[in-house]
Nanobody, 120 residues
Framework: QVQLAESGGGLVQAGGSLRLTCAAG????????LAWFRQAPDQERKLVAA????????YYADSVKGRFSISKDNAENLVYLQMNNLKPEDTAVYYC?????????????WGQGTQVTVSS
């Protein structure tokens, strides 16, 4: 099993930046996908960004393209989400997730989430 733990959330003003970190416990295989989702109150959980663990393929939701960047440290089992030029609509709980292949058909492991709040 894979264990995931997010950190780095907080309260920032619009236009500010945050970097989220996901620490993965257990073996992460090359065909796995590491992804960030977010869920605002009373909203569906939505995919924000994803990266292939064994390669360089990435995906970004249209709403964050040009502002967010996903990266990884394979040696340390870490995945990051650099969030720049934050907007109030980015406010959500952000979750790290793992799919078992690239591209993923589903996500099997989830962290507990970290709150990001962007004030205007």
């Amino acid at each position: 099993q894979v264990q995931l733990a997010e950190s780095g959330g907080g309260l920032v003003q619009a236009g500010g930046s945050l970097r989220l970190t996901c620490a993965a416990g257990g073996r992460i295989f090359s065909d796995y996908t590491l992804a960030w989702f977010r869920q605002a109150p009373d909203q569906e959980r939505k995919l924000v960004a994803a990266v292939s663990w064994g390669g360089s393929s990435t995906y970004y939701a249209d709403s964050v393209k040009g502002r967010f960047s996903i990266s990884k440290d394979n040696a340390e089992n870490l995945v990051y989400l650099q969030m720049n030029n934050l907007k109030p609509e980015d406010t959500a709980v952000y979750y790290c997730a793992v799919g078992l292949r690239w591209p993923p058909s589903s996500f099997h492991y989830w962290g507990q989430g970290t709150q990001v709040t962007v004030s205007s």
